[in-house]
């Protein structure tokens, strides 16, 4: 079954000490994955996905098929980016064109300490 | 350039009430979900639905019901409220086309039965 594991459900590091939030998934097809954060009072957001292999925020997220991981990498942490940091997968199931529904973790509080 | 429009942000309501939470969205998605958020948990999928009139249960279904009359609006229903279905209810929608874009989340409606 298509599983997604935060094995830390909080992470406390101080400002400008790097930053990885894991995230290990279980699936047997191709995976689409995604990190998306939620600051405090705000909605939850997209903040990356693995198929764009882009940098946002400073952070950068590789896909790692042998491990199946996607972690979340940043080398300075900032006070700002203390959130909720949520690893996604989707199941790749079509409907009409759709590649079907996102499976989340459990997320990982993320404190970044002056 | 709010996209996801959830009706209500706070919801008090007895044990037993029949409770309608709204959610509405303005970029022609096809998708539209519902989950609940809990600490320690995540995001759970209660439904979701693909197109107008189309429903399908996600994980948690028991106690709710869903309705999408129009592509726009999709209502989630709880038919008789219970102090467990207390949580933090998000709305996301998403496209066929786009799906690699991720979801767009509403900014919740957190429901606490009394």
């Known amino acids: 079954a298509q599983r997604v594991t935060q094995p830390e459900k909080l992470l406390s590091v101080f400002k400008g000490a790097p930053v990885e939030l894991k995230c290990n998934y279980s699936y047997s097809g191709s995976p689409e994955l995604f990190w998306y954060v939620q600051y405090s009072r705000q909605r939850l957001q997209l903040l990356l996905r693995h198929i764009s292999r882009e940098s946002i925020k400073g952070f950068t997220a590789d896909l790692n098929k042998g491990e199946t991981s996607f972690h979340l990498k940043k080398p300075f942490a900032q006070e700002e980016d203390s959130a909720m940091y949520y690893c996604a997968l989707s199941e790749g199931r079509n409907y009409g064109g759709s590649q079907g529904n996102l499976i989340f973790g459990k997320g990982t509080k993320l404190s970044v300490k002056p | 350039d709010v996209k996801v429009t959830q009706s209500s942000r706070y919801l008090v309501k007895r044990t037993g009430e029949k409770v309608f939470l709204e959610c509405v969205q303005d970029m022609d998605h096809e998708n539209m979900f519902w989950y609940r958020q809990d600490p320690g948990l995540g995001l759970r999928l209660i439904y979701f639905s693909y197109d107008v009139k189309m429903k399908e249960k996600g994980d948690i279904p028991e106690g709710y019901s869903v309705s999408r009359e129009k592509k726009e609006r999709f209502s989630l229903i709880l038919e008789s409220a219970s102090t467990n279905q207390t949580s933090m209810y998000l709305c996301?929608?998403?496209?066929?086309?786009?799906?690699?874009?991720?979801?767009?989340f509403g900014s919740g409606t957190r429901l606490t039965v009394v």
């Open positions: 996301a929608s998403s496209s066929h086309q786009t799906v690699n874009y991720g979801y767009t």
